[in-house]
């Protein structure tokens, strides 16, 4: 997951620019991303130019950002970005964003979810 996707920006492409074309700028990359440390504890590593944050987060966030992986997945980034504290670093959430479409889930990917869901937390926090 690496990236701020922040701005859209339309060029002219093609002959006598009668083509156009969005492109999608992206203006802050960073890095956020889940590590399980073990015993079923598992930190947020977010990552920006010279700032690196860790976050721990409890099993039950974890839980929802795996299920928004699976069916939402810009809104489960933004989901770790709403977890990550950002206090003692010179920047706030508001300057970290991931922009995208969610598409509904599907009934197939819905039960895809409700499978892989019952594999990976039936085995009492063993995962990584």
């Known amino acids: 997951m690496f990236s701020e996707i922040n701005e859209k920006i339309t060029v002219n492409t093609g002959m006598?620019?009668?083509?156009?074309?969005?492109?999608?700028?992206?203006?802050?990359?960073?890095?956020?991303?889940?590590?399980?440390?073990?015993?079923?504890?598992?930190?947020?590593m977010f990552t920006y130019q010279?700032?690196?944050v860790f976050q721990p987060i409890s099993d039950e966030q974890y839980r929802?950002?795996?299920?928004?992986?699976?069916?939402?997945p810009i809104?489960?980034?933004?989901y770790l970005l709403d977890l990550v504290n950002f206090d003692g670093t010179p920047y706030n959430r508001?300057?970290?964003q991931f922009i995208g479409k969610d598409?509904?889930?599907?009934?197939?990917?819905?039960?895809?979810?409700?499978?892989i869901e019952r594999s990976l937390f039936s085995r009492n926090n063993q995962h990584t």
Do not use: H
């Open 16 to 44: 006598k620019g009668k083509k156009q074309k969005e492109i999608i700028k992206a203006n802050k990359p960073f890095s956020i991303r889940v590590l399980y440390i073990r015993y079923g504890v598992y930190d947020i």
């Open 50 to 52: 010279e700032t690196t």
């Open 64 to 72: 929802e950002y795996r299920k928004l992986c699976y069916l939402r």
């Open 75 to 78: 809104r489960a980034k933004n």
């Open 94 to 96: 508001g300057d970290f």
């Open 103 to 115: 598409n509904p889930p599907t009934k197939e990917m819905i039960g895809l979810w409700q499978e």
